[in-house]
């Protein structure tokens, strides 16, 4: 088992905390800045994220700069006890700058160049900005590096966005020189004889544009690549001056919620914690399940983007949010779930977006801690004090990580050509909701699960799946065949191994590459609108089939089960090839998930896979983390009724009991619960 590094290097111990903008209040700081204190100790808040917007008040002018105030807050919250995490500013820029140098402004693809306002909408190629941006990370750098308040860095605020300006556009050309070589390679790759597309000079590029080229696939998955690519460098640009200046101090960038934008797997290798924002829609009803298993999805990847380590949940809303269509009250129960379930999945963190709720602007009624009641006696801030509370109470498990063996593939160059390809349902070929309804099945059979992508390591897991790969990346083919000849079992499903890296399809059929893992040809592909099911039975069992169904022939695979309807009747629906030591499975069909439970019951047991808990009621979902310390199984009603539970022996950290056996668990309610192998009941 794995034992981590604290997310700070000097707190061994659950953070708890959020965005502070005590600048916002400068004007009445000294009865505000005061109250914040003693309501952060109140709450059990032992870390403020703060100078994320701050950047017009550090430099109000160019090169006139104003660090006293974050000189007293910084202090403040060390006298406090309360560590910073603290900011690099380029999340939102000052007017003046735009003003002065329009370069740092960005265009849209229709080349309209934009105007100041809103915020992540810099040019990240623009030399002005880096410089600036480089500027004023190496002041702060400078000033706080020595800062007993100073944990970590925060750098930006949720990266996102694109810029198609002029210096954009050399910098996209240079990307494709260095990606291609030659125009001609590039033409070839691109298939650009089509349409007589093919450029004579790398000068002659566009990024795609509705009033340009918005047709050509691999320009824009190359656009997509390269925009992603922006943001690593950017980021490693924002860095270099910190860990030159403060080497021992971890960095980290908000992600977003399934954000399309950056290929958050190669960004993660930049990062020293994985960390995101999670706003789900809780609604107090059945439809919580759903947000229950979203959010673990998402947990899950975000780890899985740190290098499955614990990662940080940086932003959270402790009530209701002001930007949802609707935005319902948070249910009472609702809060500790949703820190708990972050906690669960290998959060080290519940930080909320944001302290004190603002008095104007456009987040003015977004959940905060502290309301514009300003007072302790709300709800809310009763709920965030129980969650600091109960985060001391379980503080052990800071450190421990989930362990699986059960893996599952998301991959961002397959989402971004998937939402591009012309083919089959070309309003939604839903890879996203096919990745949810695999990872649900899993969960919903008491797993674990790893979210990794086609550049991950296959050889810590038993079970690999890769849901509708349609592109395959080079090398990937090659570490499947490698993992199932060694014992591994691999889950492929229909549109797999269609296109290579560059988005050209395989010649000789698909599964391109994966065919002989597979040992099946995948010949042609129906596309079924809503009207329309078909059906196969397996082990004794009618499934419906739905949107996609792939006509198969088992080569070296056998047939588990086959279509009974349409002119494919009778052709293979699940296919199981055998490989070396290991197994390699074909789902042709889309199917429901009762299909999907059932089928990765049948593959877990044939692996002697048992689950953290078994016969999981609906809407009860577990997960468990471990560490030097213990085994930790974490129970998670997302559901507003009670649900009844079988536990194993274990202690309840959140009270101090023992337990074992039938339980009811409350709505919404949480268990921590140390298993009994890693300690004594009698101790
Ligand atoms: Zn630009």
């Known amino acids: 088992m794995a034992q981590y590094p604290p997310i700070m290097p000097d707190m061994p111990v659950l953070l708890h905390g959020g965005d502070y903008n005590p600048e916002q209040w400068i004007k009445m700081k000294d009865t505000i800045w005061p109250q914040d204190m003693e309501l952060a100790k109140k709450a059990g808040v032992n870390t403020l994220s703060v100078g994320i917007f701050s950047w017009s008040m550090l430099e109000p002018e160019e090169g006139v700069?104003?660090?006293?105030?974050?000189?007293?807050?910084?202090?403040?919250?060390?006298?406090?006890?309360?560590?910073?995490?603290?900011?690099?500013?380029?999340g939102a820029r000052p007017a003046w700058m735009a003003e002065k140098y329009p370069e740092v402004l960005r265009m849209d693809a229709m080349r309209h160049k934009q105007l100041f306002g809103a915020r992540h909408n810099h040019c990240l190629t623009s030399p002005v900005y880096r410089e600036k941006v480089r500027q004023i990370n190496t002041l702060l750098a400078t000033r706080y590096k020595d800062h007993p308040a100073l944990g970590m860095w925060h750098i930006s605020n949720e990266y996102g966005g694109e810029c198609h300006c002029p210096l954009c556009q050399d910098a996209f050309r240079k990307w494709l020189k260095a990606r291609y070589g030659t125009i001609e390679n590039m033409n070839d790759q691109f298939w650009n004889t089509f349409w007589s597309h093919r450029y004579s000079s790398f000068e002659q590029v566009e990024s795609p544009s509705p009033i340009g080229e918005n047709w050509n696939l691999a320009l824009s998955l190359a656009w997509r690549r390269f925009t992603s690519d922006q943001f690593c460098d950017f980021y490693s640009h924002e860095i270099a001056p910190l860990k030159e200046i403060t080497p021992d101090i971890p960095c980290t960038a908000n992600l977003m919620d399934f954000f399309p934008g950056i290929d958050y797997f190669?960004?993660?290798?930049?990062?020293?914690?994985?960390?995101?924002?999670?706003y789900p829609p809780w609604t107090g009803d059945e439809r919580d399940k759903e947000s229950a298993l979203h959010t673990a999805i998402m947990h899950d990847i975000i780890r899985g983007v740190g290098g499955q380590k614990p990662f940080m949940m940086m932003e959270s809303s402790p009530s209701a949010v002001n930007w949802h269509p609707i935005n319902r009250l948070r249910q009472p129960g609702i809060l500790m779930l949703q820190s708990l379930q972050a906690i669960a999945h290998g959060s080290d963190t519940v930080?909320?977006?944001?302290?004190?709720?603002?008095?104007?602007?456009?987040?003015?009624?977004?959940?905060?801690?502290?309301?514009?009641?300003?007072?302790?006696?709300?709800?809310?801030?009763r709920e965030v004090s129980e969650v600091g509370h109960t985060l001391g109470k379980i503080s052990e498990v800071t450190g421990s990580a989930p362990e699986s063996k059960v893996a599952l593939i998301y991959d961002w160059d397959n989402l971004w050509i998937l939402n591009e390809a012309q083919f089959g349902n070309?309003?939604?070929?839903?890879?996203?909701?096919?990745?949810?309804?695999?990872?649900?099945?899993?969960?919903?059979?008491?797993?674990?699960?790893?979210?990794?992508?086609?550049?991950?390591?296959?050889?810590?897991y038993q079970i690999v799946c890769g849901p509708m790969l349609y592109l395959l990346k080079d090398g990937f083919a090659e570490k499947v065949q490698a993992f199932v000849e060694k014992g591994?079992?691999?889950?492929?499903?229909?549109?797999?191994?269609?296109?290579?890296?560059?988005?050209?399809?395989?010649?000789?059929?698909?599964?391109?590459?994966?065919?002989?893992?597979?040992?099946?040809?995948?010949?042609?592909?129906?596309?079924?609108?809503?009207?329309?099911?078909?059906?196969?039975?397996?082990?004794?069992?009618?499934?419906?089939?739905?949107?996609?169904?792939?006509?198969?022939?088992?080569?070296?695979?056998?047939?588990?089960?086959?279509?009974?309807?349409?002119?494919?009747?009778?052709?293979?629906?699940?296919?199981?090839?055998?490989?070396?030591?290991?197994?390699?499975?074909?789902?042709?069909?889309?199917?429901?998930?009762?299909?999907?439970?059932?089928?990765?019951?049948?593959?877990?047991?044939?692996?002697?896979?048992t689950p953290l808990m078994k016969n999981l009621p609906d809407g009860v979902l577990c997960t468990e983390r471990s560490g030097d310390k213990g085994d930790y199984l974490f129970v998670m009603n997302t559901q507003p009724e009670e649900r009844t539970i079988t536990l194993p022996a274990g202690l309840n950290l959140r009270t101090d009991e023992a337990m074992e056996g039938e339980y009811t668990l409350n709505g919404y309610e949480v268990l921590v619960l140390k298993r009994l192998s890693s300690y004594s009941l009698h101790s």
């Not at 700069?65 to 995490?85: C, P, Q, R, S, T």
């Not at 890879?431 to 695999?438: A, L, S």
């Not at 099945?441 to 296959?458: P, S």
């Not at 090839?577 to 593959?603: E, S, W």
Request: with cysteine; net charge negative.
């Open 426 to 460: 070309n309003e939604n070929k839903k890879y996203i909701e096919t990745v949810k309804d695999h990872y649900a099945a899993w969960k919903q059979l008491g797993y674990n699960v790893d979210m990794i992508d086609q550049t991950g390591d296959l050889t810590p």
């Open 266 to 278: 190669k960004f993660g290798k930049l990062l020293d914690r994985a960390s995101w924002d999670n």
């Open 488 to 609: 591994g079992t691999y889950v492929a499903t229909y549109i797999t191994g269609w296109v290579n890296e560059e988005n050209l399809a395989h010649l000789g059929g698909y599964p391109g590459p994966l065919r002989n893992v597979l040992g099946i040809w995948d010949e042609e592909t129906d596309t079924l609108d809503d009207t329309r099911k078909n059906h196969f039975t397996y082990n004794g069992k009618s499934y419906a089939c739905k949107d996609v169904c792939a006509l198969v022939h088992a080569e070296s695979a056998k047939p588990l089960a086959s279509y009974e309807e349409y002119f494919y009747q009778g052709m293979p629906a699940l296919t199981k090839n055998t490989l070396g030591k290991g197994q390699a499975y074909y789902i042709a069909a889309r199917t429901d998930r009762d299909f999907l439970r059932a089928f990765y019951a049948d593959v877990a047991a044939e692996k002697s896979l």
């Open 65 to 90: 700069y104003h660090f006293e105030w974050l000189d007293e807050v910084m202090d403040m919250l060390a006298k406090n006890g309360i560590k910073a995490i603290l900011a690099t500013p380029s």
């Open 351 to 381: 930080q909320y977006f944001q302290f004190r709720k603002g008095l104007g602007s456009s987040e003015q009624y977004h959940g905060a801690i502290v309301g514009h009641d300003n007072s302790d006696q709300s709800r809310i801030f």
